[in-house]
């Protein structure tokens, strides 16, 4: 269950390890509007499904490279208490607009053109977060709650109303009378007093009044009915917050039309942002016209009747360092953007800011959308290469397996994407005008009594209310009923009792029980699923997954209860990631959980185990920092569906309240041999896969599962203490508990952006930074032991991996405890040497560091582990050969453009022939003659940094490595003209999307003017790209633009994933450059001065909480040139930039034409095709572009270059030796700069 580190913006490199069926992740969403940044973002994951975007449980127990898919990685907030039990969700795939990109794994030489985005810390929380969807971190990845339970003893109490808190859970309701209080003449909002019974002591009711104050009942002429009467209903301002939390909340209710929106003022930010979430989802699509909604979703960004132009919204939002998503789940649909915040001096004055413009853009979405004709079949087009995407993933394959052969009465079964076949070609095979279908579904199910708003900004919530009202009010109110499954359950009888055999793409091996479970939608104080998850899911001593990892059968185990949709029972997921020993005995295993469910039955639920759990949710919740703004609006539009006391929307499921014994016992309950069905998931057993899915034809066998088998189960789950194992047993106290969570905050003119070198010598070079920004009980610490062994050979490469693998398996069950605490590590190989990291609460985070430190000094590398961590290994590896063509192509970038490294191929050459005894040799090797290198950085003060350092140094005892063996990373020279290709064929034959990277060499990435051109460049052509290649042309669902870094390089890339050949992608990207320079020429003055401010907001726009921070001072120092000062540099640089030098800029390095030019064209080629032809799909484009029969051609036509002649590189060793190299890295100060002086802390 550990998490690799996520990457760069520089390469795409994989870290393969096997991987398990992952639970709905959903693609990434890339900005259907310009996200202009200067490298490919980290991408946020959506959620699961958006009834309830927090609720789930789910406790996980998996090695912590992500097997399957690895590449396509992505981060997680650790702020959340609940997102520490990974939360695998089986819940519909929520389906996303625009073409994904994922982050990447972190590149050998760790180098970033922008510290943002930032990798993010270690987590082993995240450790699933590829193929498990991990809620709710982020906008991108609400987790799915629990819907309600249908349970006597556990009926919950109707929701009270929004300014009251609700009593406890097996209470009735009662009748009471409301007595209004004074109205301020200052505020509107009038508070109520409540009977004694009803009032908590953070209600947002007011106090009870003095006994002066007559106390009459509500009448016509009250103030309450005066309230009403205003054009908005003010609910609540007394959000639970975090303590660290300075912005100002307010819910209210847009009286016209029942809009409910929350509003936020944050006089910090940088961005502001809004999302709205759609109670209806791809759960309401017609049985005839699957992925309906996912199709509405994408035609709603095409243009209103007030701005019907089908890029205004995003041209604008570009212009404003802005960008935008959508995504489309199970029950709803989200749509949010972000853009650059009010300057802070003029927050008070009444001139618009940029925000006022996209609401005002983003409101028509939902009052006058034109699904215009000459949209719809782009649009189409659009979701159809989604579609195809995504047919060779087995996170989608296995998913949609899942769901079909559930409950055909219950929406869950039903295929959520669609596709051209669904959306068009069948309905206008049958006579039905599909555009007329489309606005027909928003006409019958968007409505505002269904919607929930979220608006952040600088403004005070009196002017966001107004905007809130003069631009949403029109959305219109259809008094529909809020969308509820109640009639059918997803696994009825039928579906109970049953095996499923399902053959996977990649090289997995899997087992899985589902059952139905408690709807915990009313359950929110609780929360049962969690405790469940807990001990179901744990790692440690006399746990499940520590017996079946003793007995070499399982490398992780993942449990946990979600909901499905609102009024339907939930599931309750256990997923076990088998070795090849597992997959023999996965029956033993199945028998092994039930054991352990009687033991759960036969045990009391423990209240010190809640308490437990409830204190670090606590603690969790109380330091909470910020997240990115249009993350955090998504996110709680979303929680704003569920029935939560509006003032617990922020904090909701991040706590837990109230110790049920009952409802623990309730859930318990469904966990019966007689209430589930289980999944075997494997290349190669049984073997006679009789039948294939409709949607993705996944193999797969399907039947009852015989009756002997029950029996041994049933027995299983009646054993007694007498006869069940008796390795298992409930966990221990976590002695990881964090005690000290004091904080020292003094107040500082500015926060200090470099760290202080507080050590320096030819062991160890040491920085330091106390943390003066966030003021939270935690620290990072960042440690690399440098040495050049690994990057010799190939072999050495992957033995440097193995070892690292080996050291996080031996680590597993002590570290667990840690990750349940709050404290997260990392151990992973680079071609440098190695690479720890510990994050987390300070209080513990020296005892983690030492276990660590001693089990890689004195780690038994033992016969049965190495074996099984060997298998993984090359399973995962294997399986990087099967990802999205989009996540493999820049490897082969990177690779074709740095001076040494190896590819995976070369790599997997290597492990087969690997054997426990040349590990036993090569890591004492590997650690005894080293250069360390630290960062820490925290709530920790210089005399914790030294005694951290001297830790690592005293307890692995290295010999000092001279400085002129530390390795060195530098990137090719491309000469002026160059023209070179590469060509690849992927290796999965049933893939039909080809890709291309098409890479612009520039020069030197330290060089500012350099720096600034290109990142100017990603700014003006990010959204013209996308629209003209993506929108307009329609070449693939991923089409993506932007600056690129390698090692000491920078260069301007395309990447695209199509089913067009790599050769007429090319020719269109030279088609658009070429465009693009008169499209340059004739941009108005301040058009370009727009998108100078647009990117210098950017460049500063502040980090949002200690994490990001500790990963841009971490990037710097590995990265050797120590620019702490990049983004402040790179905004001066922008400014001074002219049109003219720009224009030159293009013409020189960019231009087609130019004879200056260098380019690489790295060309992934399918083996497979599509079903149905692509050439009426270019043959429709080239009609509505007016393109050229030569264009149309392109796919056989050789690539015409810049007047070079292409140079194929067949032989890369060859091709590397013929250019040259840049020097390395070099500080951009002399390193005596940094060393201490005094200091504000």
Avoid at 83 to 110: D, E, G, I, K
Avoid at 327 to 353: I, L, M, W
Wanted: charge should be neutral.
């Amino acid at each position: 269950m550990r998490v690799r580190r996520l990457l760069s913006c520089g390469s795409l490199q994989p870290t393969p390890t096997p991987a398990p069926k992952p639970k709905p992740t959903p693609p990434t969403p890339c900005c259907t509007t310009s996200q202009a940044t200067a490298s490919i973002r980290p991408a946020r994951r959506a959620p699961s499904n958006s009834f309830c975007p927090q609720q789930t449980s789910f406790s996980s127990s998996s090695p912590r490279s992500l097997p399957f898919l690895s590449s396509s990685s992505y981060s997680a907030s650790r702020a959340s208490s609940h997102s520490r039990y990974r939360c695998l969700h089986r819940q519909t795939f929520p389906t996303v607009r625009s073409s994904p990109l994922p982050t990447f794994a972190v590149p050998a030489s760790p180098v970033s053109l922008s510290p943002l985005p930032l990798p993010p810390l270690p987590s082993r929380r995240r450790c699933l977060a590829q193929t498990l969807v991990v809620l709710p971190a982020s906008p991108a990845s609400p987790a799915c709650a629990s819907a309600s339970v249908h349970s006597a003893p556990l009926t919950a109490a109707p929701p009270q109303p929004h300014f009251a808190r609700p009593e406890a859970l097996n209470t009735k309701p009662r009748a009471y009378t409301l007595f209004p209080n004074k109205t301020s003449s200052t505020n509107f909002l009038p508070t109520f007093t409540f009977p004694p019974t009803l009032r908590r002591a953070h209600s947002t009711a007011a106090a009870m009044p003095t006994p002066s104050q007559p106390q009459t009942p509500t009448t016509l002429d009250s103030p309450l009915r005066e309230h009403r009467q205003r054009p908005v209903e003010r609910l609540t301002d007394k959000l639970e917050t975090p303590s660290l939390d300075d912005r100002q909340y307010r819910v209210i209710k847009i009286a016209s039309n029942q809009l409910e929106v929350l509003l936020v003022h944050d006089a910090d930010t940088d961005k502001a942002s809004a999302a709205m979430d759609v109670n209806v989802g791809n759960f309401s699509d017609p049985e005839d016209t699957p992925g309906m909604g996912h199709a509405v979703e994408h035609l709603l960004f095409m243009g209103t009747k007030k701005y019907p132009v089908e890029n205004a919204y995003s041209q604008y939002l570009s212009a404003h360092s802005g960008s935008s998503n959508a995504y489309t789940a199970a029950t709803s649909t989200n749509y949010y953007f972000e853009v650059a915040a009010k300057a802070a001096e003029s927050a008070e004055e009444t001139d618009r800011s940029p925000l006022y413009g996209a609401l005002d853009r983003f409101a028509q979405f939902f009052i006058e959308p034109l699904f215009l004709p000459s949209t719809l079949d782009r649009e189409l087009r659009a979701v159809d290469s989604e579609n195809k995407k995504n047919l060779q993933s087995d996170q989608w394959r296995l998913h949609q397996l899942d769901k079909s052969l559930s409950n055909p009465k219950h929406p869950y079964c039903h295929f959520s994407t669609g596709s051209l076949e669904t959306l068009k070609i069948q309905p206008e095979a049958k006579g039905i005008d599909v555009r007329q279908e489309f606005i027909n579904f928003h006409d019958k199910h968007y409505s505002a009594n269904r919607m929930k708003l979220v608006i952040l900004g600088r403004e005070p919530l009196d002017v966001l209310e107004e905007w809130a009202v003069d631009l949403f009010a029109g959305v219109k109110n259809k008094d529909l009923e809020q969308n509820r499954w109640e009639d059918e359950q997803p696994l009825g009888k039928d579906e109970l009792l049953t095996q499923i055999f399902a053959k996977p793409v990649m090289d997995s091996r899997l087992l899985e029980l589902t059952f139905p479970f408690l709807n915990e939608e009313d359950l929110y104080e609780s929360q049962p699923s969690r405790y469940i998850s807990h001990l179901i899911g744990h790692e440690g001593p006399g746990s499940i997954m520590s017996y079946i990892k003793g007995k070499g059968w399982a490398n992780g185990l993942s449990a946990g209860g979600y909901a499905v949709c609102p009024g339907s029972l939930g599931l309750f997921n256990c997923q076990i990631r088998l070795t090849e020993e597992g997959l023999k005995n996965y029956k033993e295993i199945v028998k092994v959980f039930f054991q352990y469910i009687s033991l759960l039955n036969e045990s009391p639920p423990q209240e010190w185990i809640f308490e437990e759990q409830r204190g670090l949710a606590e603690v969790d919740f109380k330091f909470k920092q910020k997240s990115p703004a249009s993350k955090f609006t998504s996110k709680i539009s979303a929680v704003m569906q569920l029935p939560l006391p509006r003032e617990w929307l922020l904090s909701g499921h991040s706590r837990l309240r109230k110790f049920d014994p009952k409802a623990i016992e309730a859930g318990l309950a469904y966990l019966r041999p007689d209430n589930f069905r289980m999944s075997v998931v494997s290349q190669t057993f049984p073997g006679g896969w009789d039948k294939k899915e409709k949607w993705y034809e996944t193999e797969y066998k399907y039947e009852k599962i015989p009756q002997d088998f029950i029996s041994e189960i049933e027995s299983a789950a009646s054993s007694t203490k007498a006869s069940r194992l008796s390795q298992l047993h409930l966990p221990h106290k976590n002695q990881f508990i964090p005690t000290n969570l004091d904080v020292e905050k003094k107040e500082v003119k500015e926060p200090t952006r470099a760290p202080t070198l507080i050590r320096n010598d030819d062991m160890v070079r040491a920085w330091f930074k106390k943390d003066d920004t966030f003021w939270v009980p935690k620290a990072n610490l960042f440690i690399q032991c440098k040495n050049p062994l690994p990057s010799v050979t190939a072999e050495n490469t992957i033995k440097s991996r193995v070892y690292a693998e080996l050291v996080r398996d031996a680590l597993e069950e002590y570290a667990y405890d840690a990750e349940l605490a709050g404290l997260d590590y990392s151990v992973s190989s680079y071609s440098g040497g190695l690479d720890i990291q510990i994050s987390g609460y300070n209080d513990k985070l020296p005892v983690l560091l030492e276990k660590v430190l001693l089990t890689m000094r004195d780690l038994e590398v033992k016969q049965d582990r190495f074996a099984i961590v060997k298998e993984r290994l090359l399973r995962g590896m294997r399986n990087w050969d099967y990802q999205q063509p989009y996540n493999q192509v820049g490897d082969f970038t990177r690779w074709l453009n740095i001076e040494k490294g190896f590819i995976s191929d070369q790599l997997l050459a290597e492990l087969p022939r690997l054997e426990a005894e040349d590990i036993k040799l090569y890591f004492p090797q590997l650690l005894r003659q080293v250069h360390i290198e630290t960062l820490v950085h925290g709530n920790l003060y210089k005399e914790d940094a030294l005694r951290l350092t001297n830790m690592v140094e005293t307890t692995l005892k290295p010999r000092a490595l001279p400085q002129a063996q530390w390795p060195v990373f530098r990137s090719l020279i491309f000469p002026p003209g160059a023209n070179f290709v590469y060509h690849k064929t992927l290796k999965d034959p049933a893939n039909v999307n080809h890709c291309i990277e098409y890479l612009l060499y520039v020069g030197d990435k330290a060089d500012r003017a350099l720096r600034a051109k290109c990142l100017m460049l990603d700014q003006i052509t990010h959204e013209p790209a996308f629209d003209q290649l993506r929108t307009k042309e329609q070449l693939g669902y991923v089409v993506f633009s932007g600056a690129r870094t390698t090692s000491t390089t920078i260069g301007y890339r395309f990447i695209v994933q199509s089913e067009r050949t790599p050769e007429y992608l090319e020719g269109r990207i030279d088609s658009f450059l070429a465009n693009y320079l008169t499209t340059l020429k004739n941009m108005s003055d301040s058009e370009f001065e727009g998108h100078q401010r647009s990117l210098v907001t950017k460049r500063m726009e502040k980090l949002k909480n200690l994490d990001q921070e500790s990963s841009r001072l971490w990037t710097h120092v590995a990265s050797d040139y120590f620019d702490f000062d990049l983004s402040y540099e790179d905004a001066a640089s922008v400014k001074a930039l002219t049109k003219k030098e720009m224009i030159e800029f293009f013409e020189h390095y960019i231009s087609p034409s130019s004879p200056f030019r260098a380019k690489l064209a790295v060309h992934l080629r399918a083996q497979g095709t599509s079903k149905k032809s692509s050439t009426a799909s270019v043959e429709d484009a080239a009609k509505g572009l007016k393109l050229t029969s030569e264009d149309t051609t392109a796919e056989e036509a050789p690539v015409k270059g810049n007047g070079t002649k292409p140079w194929v590189i067949d032989d890369v060793r060859a091709f590397k030796s013929k250019l040259g190299v840049t020097p390395g890295p070099q500080p951009v100060r002399d390193l005596s700069e940094f060393e201490e002086t005094d200091s504000k802390l």
